[in-house]
């Protein structure tokens, strides 16, 4: 984490700034081998202020048990855990094996390196695919962000705001929150966005999954089937994000974007963020109780804590994130 001049990121509508970079991509702005995109927006500064946030002492966890979803969504597996004895030893303790772990099966941070760009075929920056399957040295990885993902934490309700709009959306469809939802709901929330902020974006999804039957979780489980909402994927929430200097957003539903997104179409948010802008995606977030506190004291902002796997190689990981106001 290092200090930048915010007023020297070039605003959306000036990228790319490298040469041969494609359009509306970040490529180059923190350097050609930089693999962090809008984690830079994280600062020392940051922090210090993210922690005079911290007034009551109330802490929120973000991420889903794991195993929580039965099954796992997108045909990922579930993860089988064992408790091992020390009986043989004549020792009265245990440890835990935690087999076919999918560090995507519940709560998540997108890496750099989960989607690249279907044209470009290029991640984040430019990096290539065999760059980032080198092993524990691979490009984009994700246990780099193990100390870098702490900052003021930001939550859009707009779950709540269209509810209270007359106009919800059924969030195990795919319906998209638009940009000026999220726009008026900070509004009414009296909340801004700074630089360097993890912004929370709450939809209902998770609520909505955690309230249907088993059946109906088996059945919409399966890649094919899943129907979640979103946010819109466009041009201008990508420019939204960017401008206001977003280090990274989390949702409560599958896929930040609505689900299914089609994976030939160039304007997919996950192409926009991950690989354009180098913006992490978090996905399933755990923010409904974190929604209440908000609501009840009218503060939609606080520090966010996130200290993803120490994987070397590694791809994505729960957030191991708390909320702490
Ligand atoms: C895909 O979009 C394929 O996965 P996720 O939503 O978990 O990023």
Redesign the pocket.
């Known amino acids: 984490m290092a200090s930048i001049d915010f007023k020297k990121i070039p605003r959306f509508k000036d990228l790319p700034v490298k040469k041969g970079a494609p359009a509306e991509s970040s490529w180059g702005v923190f350097g050609d081998d930089d693999e962090f995109g809008c984690l830079n927006f994280l600062t020392p500064e940051g922090v210090i202020e993210a922690a005079r946030l911290v007034q009551k002492g109330r802490v929120f966890r973000l991420d889903t048990p794991i195993n929580y979803a039965k099954p796992p969504l ?1 045909n990922r597996q579930p993860a089988k855990h064992t408790i091992l004895s020390f009986e043989q030893y004549g020792l009265l303790g245990h440890d835990d094996s935690l087999d076919n772990y999918n560090t ?1 099966e519940g709560s ?1 941070w ?1 890496g750099l390196a ?2 690249g760009h279907i044209r470009h075929r290029a991640f984040y920056n430019g990096v290539k695919d065999d760059q980032v399957k080198d092993g524990p040295g691979g490009k984009l990885s994700i246990h780099k962000w193990a100390n870098r993902v702490v900052g003021r934490g930001v939550l859009i309700d707009v779950r709540k705001f269209t509810q209270a709009k007359g106009r919800p959306l059924d969030p195990l469809t795919s319906a998209t929150y638009k940009v000026a939802d999220l726009k008026d709901a900070l509004g009414a929330q009296n909340t801004d966005l700074k630089p360097g902020s993890i912004l929370l974006v709450r939809t209902g999804w998770l609520g909505a999954y955690l309230a249907a039957s088993a059946e109906q979780k088996k059945a919409m489980a399966p890649l094919e089937a899943l129907k979640s909402c979103g946010i819109e994927a466009t041009s201008g929430f990508a420019e939204w994000l960017w401008d206001n200097r977003v280090a990274a957003i989390g949702t409560d539903c ?2 930040v974007e609505q ?1 299914p997104w089609d994976f030939k179409d160039e304007g997919a948010l ?1 192409y926009r963020a991950l690989s354009m802008l180098g913006l992490p ?1 978090g ?1 399933q977030f755990v923010l409904d109780e974190l929604a209440s506190d908000c609501a009840a004291d009218g503060r939609y902002e606080f520090m966010v804590v996130s200290a993803p796997m120490n994987l070397e190689g590694g791809i994505a990981s729960p957030p191991n994130a708390v909320a702490i106001k």
């Open positions: 997108f995507q998540q997108d989960h989607i599958p896929a689900w996950h995606l996905e």
